[in-house]
């Protein structure tokens, strides 16, 4: 019978001119990257890490938003996805506190569709909505793998590198590793496409409509509708359709200006004349590339870009193929890359790899198949050697939690959780230990999800810039004290440190004020190293 079942299975393949390594290979990689984006989840705050709050805006922020638990990133201003994040509160932009929480709203309005799902699938509820909008990226991830298989389905190993140089280039990778729009945007315009080749075209053009809403650009999408040929009636209905694809976003747009005032805004220096932020960039990666680092690999991964995507374009441009929908997309794509600003090049790598992604798709579609295409291809995906430094892990929140999971978690599975201040900087990980630096008195909250008061013991240890003394003092009593100078590391072990029901205050106060340590440019008084609260048992209610 087990013979019989392979058999069949074998045939599957077969018929289908599958090869089941290859396959194999697929479905591994698509575990990989599941198993990888569930590193992310942060027990109380969810995937929330992937959206990047920064501590200096919290301010600013919506107020109910303010109000849930979620990560922040301290002392960061955060990236791009707090804004979509926090618009995705009230899509309909009706929220006056938008003004002040969003850096350009009439801008970041233009791409509601993201921030309108998220509202949508999260059924209005501000702490769903932020899971959502973490979400969406890896949910198109996985979308976008499987409308691939029409182009690069598993039969052959060119065909995996074809189809993961997309899915795991570095562009798309940050798309999903920081909830940006450029991962969504290019399923929708591959979904468009692959509608259109099914012979579709009125559902295609609803898709392309619809990737309008989710980022500008992708109306250079509409270039598939282009005709072959050349023919007035064939030129006259894809200007309709294309005219359709555009709608959308324009009646959107109108809204924008009425409600919250112009959205001509094309970004500060996002578009510059031909080839000059090119230029740029590749006088920026030349320049700094001899002070690349095992620790700060950026200019390498920016060289790295700047080759694939010169590749990309060079033969999108010396190779037409105007009959090819992909082509006629991946040229649009390629003349905006010679249009674009220092604001999408600079940085390492630099937002160009995630706004070209479409681009990037057209090549891997249009390079013909064959061994003497190979070395093109690798060229063209060369961004996947950097990919893998996107998907670092959250670092520890700066207290790990010890004890039996009856201990650390309550009837309803809530558990311990901490809140550091903002005061603290940012969580720091090197080999198989952490640490997080405070710039001098500085508190954070345990809370105990438990009814009754819970047992602990204590483990840290200190290290200091200057010779100080640091007490910690537990719900206003003081538990330790001790001296630490620049040259030691004290430790200590404290047992028997009660923590009450709800909220418990853990402040570290010092004597000394702190200082900077070039090169570093932080205001630095202690570091917290490997702290963790072991949880012991629980004290029995007093009978009334």
């Known amino acids: 019978m087990m013979r019989d079942q392979w058999r069949k299975i074998a045939q599957w393949f077969e018929h289908r001119k599958l090869s089941p390594l290859v396959s194999l290979a697929y479905g591994a990689c698509v575990a990989a990257f599941v198993w990888t984006f569930c590193q992310f989840y942060l027990p109380g705050k969810g995937f929330t890490y992937l959206i990047t709050f920064g501590a200096r805006l919290e301010d600013s922020r919506l107020s109910k938003v303010r109000k849930l638990d979620y990560y922040v990133e301290k002392g960061s201003d955060g990236y791009d996805a707090q804004y979509y994040a926090q618009i995705a509160m009230d899509p309909s932009l009706q929220n006056k506190q938008l003004r002040n929480a969003v850096d350009s709203l009439p801008y970041r309005a233009r791409r509601i569709l993201l ?50 140089g997309v ?72 200007a309709v359709r294309g005219t359709l694809v555009a709608t959308p976003l324009i009646f959107w747009l109108a809204y924008i200006s009425l409600r919250v005032g112009p959205a001509a805004d094309m970004g500060a220096r996002n578009f510059a004349l031909p080839f000059v932020s090119y230029v740029h960039k590749g006088r920026e990666v030349l320049d700094t590339l001899r002070e690349t680092t095992a620790e700060a690999p950026g200019p390498l991964w920016s060289l790295l870009m700047m080759i694939a995507l010169t590749a990309q374009f060079l033969f999108l441009a010396l190779r037409p193929t105007w009959r090819e929908t992909w082509w006629r997309i991946g040229a649009s794509f390629a003349l905006l890359m010679v249009f674009l600003g220092d604001a999408v090049w600079e ?12 681009m990037q798709l057209a090549f891997n579609v249009l390079v013909p198949r064959g061994r003497g295409w190979v070395t093109l291809l690798v060229i063209g995906n060369l961004t996947m050697l950097g990919a893998a430094s996107v998907w670092k892990a959250p670092l520890s929140e700066g207290v790990e939690f010890g004890g039996s999971s009856r201990l650390l978690e309550n009837s309803t599975g809530t558990s311990f959780q901490v809140r550091f201040g903002r005061e603290w900087h940012q969580t720091e990980r090197g ?18 999800p438990h009814d009754q008061a819970a047992v602990a013991r204590l483990r840290l240890m200190l290290t200091s810039t200057t010779s100080r003394v640091v007490r910690l003092i537990v719900n206003d009593v003081t538990v330790w004290q001790a001296s630490v100078t620049p040259r030691s590391q004290i430790s200590a072990v404290l047992a028997d440190v009660v923590l ?45």
């Open 115 to 164: 921030p309108a799902l998220a509202h949508l699938f999260g059924w209005g509820e501000p702490a769903a909505i932020l899971q959502v909008f973490a979400l969406q990226n890896a949910i198109a991830w996985l979308l976008l793998a499987g409308v691939l298989l029409h182009w690069f389905p598993p039969r052959t190993w060119e065909d995996l590198l074809r189809w993961a």
């Open 167 to 238: 899915l795991f280039s570095f562009g798309l990778c940050v798309s999903v590793r920081n909830a940006l729009t450029d991962g969504p945007s290019l399923l929708l315009i591959a979904a468009g496409v692959w509608l259109i080749e099914r012979n579709r075209p009125n559902w295609g053009t609803a898709v392309l409509a619809l990737s309008g809403l989710a980022k500008e650009t992708n109306l250079l999408g509409a270039a598939s509708f282009a005709p072959q040929a050349f023919s007035w009636r064939a030129w006259g209905a894809a």
């Open 347 to 358: 940085g390492y790598p630099g937002a160009a790899s995630r706004v070209l992604l479409p």
């Open 431 to 448: 080999g198989s230990g952490f640490w997080t630096w405070s710039p001098g008195d500085a508190a954070l909250i345990v809370t105990n």
């Open 500 to 544: 009450q029901p709800g909220e418990n205050r853990f402040s570290f106060e010092t004597d000394t004020p702190a200082v900077v340590v070039p090169p570093d440019p932080r205001t630095l008084a202690f570091a917290l190293h490997n702290f963790r609260i072991e949880v012991q048992r629980l004290v029995p209610a007093e009978r009334p």
